[in-house]
């Protein structure tokens, strides 16, 4: 799998979506593709009706934040999954870079994919001088706690999310511990 940011041009970012369509297209396949995550999630009005404009208005949220990178996991042309990373977090007080999202197309789940995705989003962080990344997961989302604390990331904080003030745990992995950094 490559990770490969989202890149946009000037006419693709004032075109009708602000994504090119078969990029948008491609979004919305992996969006609709898990509706248990997004029922879980809330991010959309009607999980089983995600539309292209709604995916591409998330996807122009994202980007509206300069510390935010959306990248696309690919293997081959297939788009296999998502990541949205925040390198500074709005709290001045929180020095790790986020992870925001991380999807893996449904049919494409419990392969190893999620794992290499979020490998891969880690080795870039690390690679960016970063020593430690934090990330929130929902508290009624137990698949993914389980997903992320096998990845090495521990609980530390309870607090709502930033948007729709729903109750999360707040998980942080050191990368320091690949031996990149001195401990």
């Not at 790790?96 to 789940?109: K, N, S, T």
Request: with cysteine.
């Amino acid at each position: 799998m490559i990770l490969e940011p989202l890149t946009l041009s000037e006419d693709e970012a004032h075109g009708p979506h602000g994504l090119p369509a078969p990029l948008l297209d491609e979004l919305t396949a992996l969006y609709r593709s898990d509706p248990v995550f997004q029922r879980i999630s809330g991010d959309f009005p009607d999980p089983e009706d995600i539309r292209p404009e709604q995916v591409a208005a998330s996807i122009r949220q994202e980007l509206a934040h300069p510390a935010a990178e959306v990248l696309l996991g690919r293997e081959g042309h297939q788009l296999l999954g998502v990541a949205i990373t925040l390198a500074e977090h709005p709290d001045p007080d929180d020095p790790d870079p986020w992870i925001g999202l991380l999807m893996v197309h449904g049919q494409e789940q419990r392969t190893g994919h999620g794992r290499e995705l979020a490998q891969l989003v880690e080795e870039r962080l690390r690679a960016a001088g970063h020593e430690g990344v934090r990330l929130a997961v929902l508290e009624n989302n137990p698949k993914a706690l389980a997903f992320w604390t096998a990845l090495g990331y521990e609980v530390i904080d309870h607090r709502e999310d930033r948007r729709l003030h729903r109750p999360c745990l707040v998980l942080r992995k050191d990368l320091r511990e690949s031996g990149d950094f001195p401990a």
